[in-house]
């Protein structure tokens, strides 16, 4: 193990799960998403589960699911109950997002005999159902079952690159997989006809804010081919993660929301046929990609309409002092190592 695989995993010798009712779903919501060119009512899920088999071992240094999780085995009998407690607020939505903070292929997480179950009931109600997984999962045994059940509705699978680049991917993320991993589960997630959803991270740590817009751009120019979406992820600082470790010593600022409108226009821009989106965890906030206090919320309305529509054009009337400071950041970043502190006061 290299150092920083060896520092994320020290950072959870300590975690001290919840105690949290395992029948319970993390969370379910109703919220927008696009189906089919049109704006839908959609219904998201979040199973609590063991936890990311990957963060078990050591996990990404951004990311803090384990956090919700039992990090113990939960009952088929548990999962079964949190879908049908989730199932009582359904609502008939078209579109069914389900999220394990982890992988919902992976049989570690979700036995195959649930999995099954669970898929076999969405069939019935939703034309679409989105889950996510890390490549290893992804194999063509798992997804012919899964054709079987869906048939002429809509699968989609998830996965979480992050960056085209195998150095950031593995020296700042220690993701534990590479872009070659990726294609080969996308070759699988085609063979079967399902749609594909990426996400990439923005800002990873050790990146500038510079070096993080370049790194967005430069894998929407890779992946382009590959993906029906792109769902990009800004870094947010969660809990018990190397991230938090330093951005708590000032090494590490999230990113602006400036920077994530100019790659959302370059890269609608690479990428015309490939569904853009962005979703904003904590925007504004201190822990989340923000700007000052005056704009953050009209940035914010302006990315969740472009996830949306699309259409570039939202981002037009944005303007604001801030943006002096943005480029002032990306001017001399290169000088401080990373290490500015956020200029505005409330963020100091
Ligand atoms: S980002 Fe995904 S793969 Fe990485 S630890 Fe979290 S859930 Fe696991
Ligand atoms: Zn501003």
Sequence with gaps: MNELTLFCKSLKKNFIPKICDPSKPVRC???????????????????????????????????????????????????????????????????????????????????????????????????????????????????????????????????????????????????????????????????????????????????????????????????????????????NIQRNTVVEFLWKRKQYRPAWLWSIVEILKTSKKLARNVMIKCDVVGGGSIRGAHNCEKCNQKFLDAIANFSLSQDTKVFEDLDCKCREQWLDQLDMENLSFGSLVDFSSRYQ
């Design 29 to 235: 919501w109703p919220e927008k998403d696009v189906l089919g060119g049109k704006i839908v009512d959609a219904y998201v899920i979040i199973f609590r589960t063991r936890g990311c088999s990957w963060a078990h071992k050591s996990g990404c240094t951004m990311c803090g699911y384990f956090n919700d999780s039992i990090w113990n085995k939960v009952s088929n009998k548990d999962l079964l109950k949190q879908f049908d407690i989730a199932m009582e607020s359904y609502n008939d939505e078209r579109f069914v997002k389900i999220f394990t903070s982890g992988s919902f292929l992976d049989d570690n997480e979700i036995k195959p005999i649930i999995r099954n179950e669970i898929m076999g009931k969405l069939v019935e109600k939703a034309d679409k159902v989105s889950v996510e997984s890390r490549p290893e999962y992804i194999t063509d045994e798992k997804l012919s079952k899964i054709k079987d059940v869906f048939q002429s509705k809509t699968f989609e699978i998830s996965i979480g690159l992050e960056t085209a680049n195998d150095f950031v991917r593995e020296h700042a993320i220690n993701k534990g997989f590479t872009f070659n991993d990726y294609k080969k589960a996308v070759q699988t997630v085609k063979k079967n006809g399902f749609k594909l959803k990426t996400y990439v991270l923005i800002k990873p740590l050790f990146l500038t804010e510079k070096e993080s817009i370049e790194d967005s751009t430069n894998t929407v120019d890779k992946i382009k081919t590959h993906t029906d979406t792109i769902s990009f992820n800004p870094t």
